[in-house]
């Protein structure tokens, strides 16, 4: 997916928390997510359809990208 994203567009997410959480996780431990993997593939979906609409769109998709990619290893849990 082409990244549309410049420095007028860029938005603040919580990014940058969760790469330092992921960097000093414990051996054997998780970071949790408040949202349920529904709900982040569910605004995945809206921001992908309207990414030219929404403002920073892409920002917020390189985050859920980043917490899907941790939760494929093994690194992250979403709420049930």
């Given amino acids: 997916m082409p990244r ?3 420095l007028d567009t860029r938005v ?3 990014l940058p928390q969760l790469q330092e959480a992921l960097r000093n996780l ?3 431990q998780k970071v949790k ?3 349920t ?3 982040i593939l569910r605004t995945q979906m809206n921001l992908t ?3 030219t609409e929404v403002y920073g769109a892409d920002s917020h998709l390189e985050y859920i990208e980043a917490l ?4 494929a290893e093994g690194k992250l849990e979403f709420r049930k």
Avoid: F, I
């Avoid at 899907?68 to 939760?71: I, N, R, V």
């Fill in 4 to 6: 549309v994203n410049n």
């Fill in 37 to 39: 993997k529904e709900e």
């Fill in 12 to 14: 603040e997410t919580p």
């Fill in 49 to 51: 359809q309207k990414r």
């Fill in 26 to 28: 414990p051996s054997g």
């Fill in 33 to 35: 997510c408040e949202n």
């Fill in 68 to 71: 899907l990619m941790a939760e």
